[in-house]
């Protein structure tokens, strides 16, 4: 019996993700690539000098972006003129392709059933304008026929000399290739998707979860679905999502908020998961639908390629589940076939003295030797409007490349610098700048030789599928202001989990675990915490309303699910709250890097650079938050460690048992002092306490000053700290750094001698 397997398509030198010096590395013929890597927008002739530059500065892997036949009779000779160009200039150049899967106009005209569209079958616009329209991410057509086209493209690929250099694919769709939906969810009394690709995708995800109609009906109480066509949430199902902004609009400064309007949909500021568990559902399968796209292209060019290519794509930023992007993340984590995820840094707290932080929640990914690749678009003072984004300066550009680098070489991350060629400048081409670059490739070859893992005593942990119950603005301000302003100002190093990195074989124990935004906990959820935390001697800080949805009881939204999950009986009431707190003495005595004279409760005196931040605020709000539910602690064992200031409930409590320390903060926005002194009361080391932004691991120490005076940093150990660009030693073994910065600057500490 014969077969018609494909044959190996050979392309170019072996490239993989593996480990090396115990740590996920990109592999080229055995050595590893480390950052930065780049990419450059509107790359053309011109650039040649600037690809030299960038040649000598070090640089080595290039990312070249490119579309595929039927997006034009060109779209190759496209590619083969950016792949000569960059090899003419920087013959040592690994090229990673930046593969466009992007249907042509004529296809989507061919298939409008796989078009998103509204529930009349009129295609919905994007954001790019009237007219635009684009494929569902979870089309099984445009998977197929997107297929043909990269089968098609390869052996193309192979006979062309560049191919030589080609290392691996970085696949694009969705908005600004970054596989999101660039669609609004809600558009005034229509909503999205009603096409035929997401109708068949949620059929086929609650099939899988419930295998029968029965078991479907039992858990969304309603007899009136079916497995074959459920229904697709309306705009006022998804009401939920904007729940807090409708809070704010009734806001208008009163000590006492006039009651939440009235929803279905919505339970505060959850989707209410008694009636509307079916929205949480389709958000589910829109996701796991935009995953196994990925998947399937990756596992056709693996495949096709006998494994000798990496495979990535722009995928998992927390907090975009609507968007489909944000769930489903260890789904494509656990596949086999994709060796890196990436995604753009958080944009509003870029500026000298701010912090670039991520979306991914990259710790989860080295768990699964998976890496994550941070895009770094970091606007320079060539770049147009940079002064919306606080750089104004040549000096000012290089700070805060440096600070963005010293991220990177703390918490182990692959990165590449994107000029995305939106100025008449190229953003890197300064002399200084290719000094400074330069400099970077140098140190991050040799600390590639060594090993170089991060560690960290603190956990941030994230739950991917409770952002399917979450609005938007309770979402923003957990798992977006929270890391944005916050996690790097605590003074010590930080991992990022999802919840269920629990129960990995390989997770590390932490000192001090933070859940973010632990909602909606099944009941094996709740088992595999209480196991993961029985007899660890650590600190386990809640955040807002932790378990207040139980998918496994009756009802779902209930109050005794947050008592039952933390051990802290909790009481609530449905009226919107204010959040502002105050330690009480008792919280005093206990915490003392937190301020006893400081409102606590919201993200106040942050700064905002950038524009993304506006999507965020109709109400020029960015800051503020609200409490709906307004949860607080009524158990006489617990301790109180801060008080809500507007009626005097307990907004923080704890509890000890054994080894095991347990806190709830019932609110959101948890600023990085009150993280800092739970690290200290849990045995961390703290290399600051001066709210500047901190990178730390074994090996580098990075600060980025967010004042201006004297910095002060505490070694865990005696080391020599050489910082890389002055060239010059701090101590002989020391246990103390000081150095006097101005805001903005940034100082890079090697802690074993010169490198």
């Given amino acids: 019996m014969t077969t018609n397997t494909p044959s190996i398509i050979h392309i170019g030198p072996h490239a993989c993700v593996q480990r090396h010096h115990d740590t996920p590395t990109l592999l080229v013929n055995g050595e590893p690539a480390p950052p930065m890597w780049m990419t450059i927008a509107g790359l053309a002739q011109q650039d040649d000098a600037y690809l030299r530059a960038l040649g000598e500065a070090g640089l080595r892997v290039f990312f070249l972006e490119h579309y595929l036949y039927w997006n034009g009779d060109n779209a190759l000779d496209r590619l083969s003129e950016l792949a000569e160009l960059t090899l003419r200039c920087v013959p040592e150049a690994w090229l990673m392709l930046r593969t466009g899967l992007y249907p042509p106009l004529a296809w989507m005209e061919a298939h409008p059933e796989e078009v998103i569209q509204f529930a009349d079958g009129t295609p919905a616009d994007t954001w790019f304008g009237a007219g635009t329209h684009t494929q569902a991410l979870c089309s099984r057509a445009w998977r197929d026929d997107q297929t043909r086209q990269l089968d098609h493209f390869l052996p193309w690929l192979a006979a062309q000399p560049f191919s030589a250099r080609v290392i691996g694919f970085f696949l694009n769709a969705g908005g600004t290739g970054e596989w999101y939906i660039p669609v609004q969810s809600v558009q005034g009394d ?221 918490e182990d991350l692959s990165a590449w610098w994107f000029d995305m060629g939106i100025s008449a400048n190229r953003w890197y081409r300064f002399p200084k700048m290719l000094q400074v670059l330069r400099r970077q490739q140098d140190v991050a070859h040799a600390f590639y030789r060594t090993p170089r893992a991060p560690k960290a005593e603190i956990a941030f942990l994230y739950d991917q599928h ?196 347990t806190v709830v903060a019932y609110f959101k926005a948890l600023r990085a002092d009150i993280i800092r002194g739970f690290a200290r009361l849990s045995g961390c080391h703290l290399y600051s306490d001066s709210d500047d932004v901190l990178y730390a691991s074994p090996h580098f120490v990075t600060i980025h000053a967010g004042t201006s005076g004297e910095k002060i940093i505490h070694l865990p150990e005696l080391c020599n700290p050489y910082e890389i660009y002055q060239r010059a030693h701090y101590g002989q073994a020391t246990r103390e750094l000081r150095v006097r910065l101005r805001k903005g600057e940034t100082r890079t500490f090697y802690l074993h001698g010169e490198i």
């Fill in 466 to 661: 409770s952002q399917d119950y979450t609005c938007s603005w309770t979402l923003a301000d957990l798992g977006y202001r929270l890391r944005t302003w916050e996690i790097h100002r605590i003074g010590a190093p930080v991992a990022c989990h999802y919840l269920d990195d629990l129960n990995h074989p390989a997770m590390p124990d932490y000192r001090l675990y933070v859940f973010v935004n632990a909602f909606a906990m099944t009941n094996s959820q709740r088992a595999s915490i209480t196991r993961a935390l029985a007899g660890h001697a650590c600190t386990a800080l809640w955040l807002y309303a932790p378990g207040i949805i139980n998918p496994d009881a009756t009802p779902r939204f209930n109050v005794e699910n947050v008592s039952a999950l933390t051990g802290i009986k909790a009481e609530m009431r449905m009226d919107p709250a204010l959040p502002y707190c105050r330690l009480t003495p008792a919280g005093a005595a206990l915490l003392p890097d937190i301020r006893p004279d400081w409102d606590y409760g919201w993200f106040a005196d942050r700064e905002s650079f950038g524009t993304v931040e506006s999507w965020l605020q109709p109400q020029g709000m960015a800051q503020f938050t609200l409490l709906c539910p307004y949860l607080s602690a009524a158990d006489p064992a617990a301790e109180v460690l801060m008080r809500f200031t507007t009626d005097d409930r307990p907004a923080m409590a704890m509890t000890t048992a054994g080894a095991t320390r």
């Fill in 190 to 410: 229509r909503c999205i998707d009603h096409s035929l690709a997401s109708r068949v995708q949620f059929s086929d995800s609650l099939r899988e979860a419930y295998g029968s109609d029965d078991a479907l009906r039992a858990a969304w109480q309603r007899t009136d679905v079916t497995l074959a066509a459920p229904p697709i949430p309306t705009c006022a199902d998804q009401a939920f999502l904007t729940r807090d902004v409708e809070l704010f609009a009734h806001y208008h400064g009163e000590d006492v908020l006039p009651p939440a309007p009235a929803t279905d949909a919505a339970i505060g500021a959850f989707c209410n998961p008694d009636t509307h568990r079916h929205v949480a559902e389709y958000y589910r399968a829109i996701n796991e639908g935009t995953a196994d796209s990925i998947i399937h292209f990756a596992r056709f060019l693996k495949t096709r390629t006998g494994g000798d290519k990496v495979v990535g794509a722009f995928f998992g930023g927390f907090g975009s589940c609507m968007g489909g992007v944000g769930t489903a993340v260890t789904h494509v984590l656990d596949s086999g076939v994709v060796d890196f995820l990436a995604s753009p840094g958080d944009y509003p707290n870029r500026q000298p003295g701010g912090d670039t932080a991520l979306h991914n929640i990259q710790d989860a990914y080295r768990l699964r030797d998976t890496l994550y690749v941070v895009e770094e678009d970091t606007r320079t003072v060539a770049t147009a409007l940079s002064h919306d984004w606080g750089v104004n300066t040549l000096g000012e550009s290089i700070e805060v490349m440096k600070r963005n680098f010293g991220r990177n070489l703390a």
